[in-house]
């Protein structure tokens, strides 16, 4: 039987390559998507969400939903503008018009509908915010029942996350710190929570070596995909810098896929909801509990997602 999974993304190439490699996972029914604008764009996150459903979606039919949420701290315009480049690529433009359809429902409400509509209980994955989700929870408090579990690529308990802003301590997680609130409310849910977080992301560096083994089978259509995705975006060379970019999303998606790539503890935690640490992660005795993927095995996941890459 096939796994029922709803992805919420926020349009970064990882989000996107996320998209595309749900769509190759044969054991996964993606029954919707939802794209939040927060490190990105909503319109062309919106256009390359459906533009791969269309090449790369096997004919499924899969609606896209725009969110109408607003964070609280809003992410760098040059991390924003990746989507347009995803959205431009030629792959994506041979067979316009786009025939993928735009929800009519915001994305919170989509998502609402498609766990109600859903005869089993759903996968939520979500590789941004978790605003929509806080949100659906607020209008339909029992969608909880039929939610399988939450996927969430987001936080951190390492002593630097990877927020470089003035007035912040640099505690925090990007995702955790766009809308703090939104992980307060989910965390006050009994979903079941797989934390993506810093601790296993930083073990999954884009680095040149991948890009160029990538390049050599860019014969394959989709490996050319994800090689041309990743061209736009830093790698990991000398030392790290406050853009060098992780596979934070796709390693979060590829654990839906092949669960054994990751180790995970259980972990009790509490969010800072404002202030200088505001989306800091922290441990504490009563906190929440949630599943911390602390390890992942970097090899084994880079053969994963370039074998689901592969188009025969
Ligand atoms: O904190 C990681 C999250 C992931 O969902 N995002 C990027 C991934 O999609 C924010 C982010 C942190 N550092 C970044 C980010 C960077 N250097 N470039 C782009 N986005
Ligand atoms: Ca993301």
Redesign the pocket.
């Known amino acids: 039987m096939k796994k029922k999974v709803y992805l919420n993304h ?1 349009g ?4 996107l390559i996320s998209l595309f490699l749900l769509l190759q996972m044969e054991d996964i029914d993606l029954l919707g998507v939802g794209v939040i604008p927060a ?1 990105c764009y909503l319109e062309p996150a919106m256009y390359a969400s459906r533009k791969i459903i269309d090449r790369f979606g096997n004919g499924d039919k899969i609606e896209v939903a725009a969110s109408t949420s607003r964070g609280k701290n809003p ?1 760098p315009k040059d ?1 924003r503008m ?1 989507a347009f480049f995803v959205d431009a690529l030629p792959i994506l433009n041979e067979n316009l018009p786009i025939s993928t359809k735009e929800a009519e429902l915001p994305a919170h409400k989509h998502l609402v509908q498609q766990i109600q509509q859903s005869n089993e209980p759903v996968t939520l994955v979500f ?2 915010p978790l605003t929509d989700l806080a949100r659906a929870l607020e209008e339909a408090p029992e969608i909880e029942e039929n939610i399988e579990k939450l996927a969430w ?2 936080g951190t308990f390492l002593d630097v996350g ?1 927020v470089e802003e003035p007035e912040h301590d640099g505690s925090a ?3 955790a710190f766009w809308d703090p609130e939104a992980v307060q409310k989910v965390w006050e849910s009994n979903i079941e929570i797989d934390l993506i977080a ?1 601790e296993s ?1 930083n073990m999954v560096p884009l680095t040149v070596d991948v890009r160029n083994q990538w390049a050599a089978e860019r014969k394959d259509i989709g490996i050319d995909f994800l090689g041309q995705c990743y061209a736009m ?1 830093p790698p990991l060379v000398h030392f790290q810098t ?5 596979l ?2 796709v390693l979060t998606t590829a654990t839906i896929g092949k669960s054994d790539l990751v180790k995970k503890k259980q972990v009790n935690c509490t969010v800072h909801p404002q202030g200088a640490s505001q989306g800091k992660t922290e441990i504490s005795e009563e906190g929440r509990a949630v599943n911390l993927v602390y390890e992942v095995d970097r090899e084994q996941f880079f053969g994963y997602i370039t074998s689901l890459s592969r188009q025969h």
């Open positions: 926020d970064g190439v990882d989000d490190d992410f991390w990746h590789v941004g690529m987001g990877n997680e990007w995702n810093l992301t975006v406050n853009s060098t970019y992780f934070w999303d």
